[in-house]
């Protein structure tokens, strides 16, 4: 069974960085999309970023972002280190949330967080004003 695990969140001042990492207990050759979503309170979980081989050619990486975090943060993996990381710049408010990594064992790689299969357990970012 795959345990992934987030890197402790923080409560950061606006316009401020934060870093986040998830590493997984094992690694998985049929792992496809790696991403991190985020929960607001009240709201819906949302996608944040992807990051995948590309399905057309393996040898390309594609790093897909949702609209409000694009040009701030930035997504990346280290196969060896079965890690994925977040690393999110000039956070604002908005920004808050619960921050979850996840993994879907098949493509496409999409932002619909019930396709993927293994999940962390969670880790708060907090963003004052």
């Known amino acids: 069974q795959v345990q992934l695990v987030e890197s402790v969140g923080d409560s950061v001042q606006a316009v401020w960085s934060l870093r986040l990492s998830c590493t997984a207990s094992?690694?998985?050759?049929?792992?496809?999309?790696m991403g991190w979503f985020r929960q607001a309170s009240g709201k819906a979980r949302e996608g944040v970023a992807l990051i995948y081989n590309r399905p057309s050619d393996r040898t390309l990486i594609n790093k897909d972002y949702t609209d409000s975090v694009k040009g701030r943060f930035t997504i990346s993996r280290a196969r060896a280190q079965k890690t994925v990381t977040l690393q999110m710049t000039s956070l604002n408010p908005d920004d808050t949330g619960m921050y979850y990594c996840a993994i879907k064992s098949y493509y496409p790689c999409t932002w619909n967080h019930d396709d993927y299969n293994y999940w962390g357990r969670g880790t708060q970012v907090t963003v004052a004003t």
């Open positions: 094992v690694y998985g050759h049929s792992w496809k999309c």
